[in-house]
């Protein structure tokens, strides 16, 4: 399985990205997925998760109400809606996959990594 993650950039303060995570290889072979963000000099914390079906989705109380995950199935790829962004929400940006049906807010137990997106938000 390969993910390739895109869409980070630069945005000022208050502007809206979409990053996406398409999938390649063995795309049956994973469900539940990810985004995570690591910022410079931080750990990789979480963002959002979705599961299999897409119906179920949880956010990182930094993002609630801002940000949007979902996943296009005829495609293979997976979106992060990013809205009102701050400059708290700069960091390169992964996608993440797993082999269990469940989501998870922990970096090891996912089995599959996307190379990571930069976001840059200026004040």
């Known amino acids: 399985v390969q993910l390739q993650a895109s869409g980070g950039g630069l945005v000022q303060a208050g502007g809206s990205l979409r990053l996406s995570c398409a999938a390649s290889?063995?795309?049956?072979?994973?469900?539940?997925m990810g985004w995570f963000r690591q910022a410079p000099g931080k750990e990789r914390d979480f963002v959002a998760d979705i599961s299999w079906s897409g119906g179920i989705t949880r956010y990182a109380d930094s993002v609630k109400g801002r940000f949007t995950i979902s996943r296009d199935y005829a495609k293979n790829t997976m979106y992060l809606q990013m809205n009102s962004l701050k400059v708290d929400d700069m960091a390169v940006y992964y996608c993440a996959a797993r082999r269990q049906w469940t989501t998870s807010i922990n970096t090891s137990e996912y089995d599959y990594w996307g190379q990571g997106t930069l976001v840059t938000v200026s004040s």
């Open positions: 290889g063995r795309t049956f072979s994973f469900n539940a």
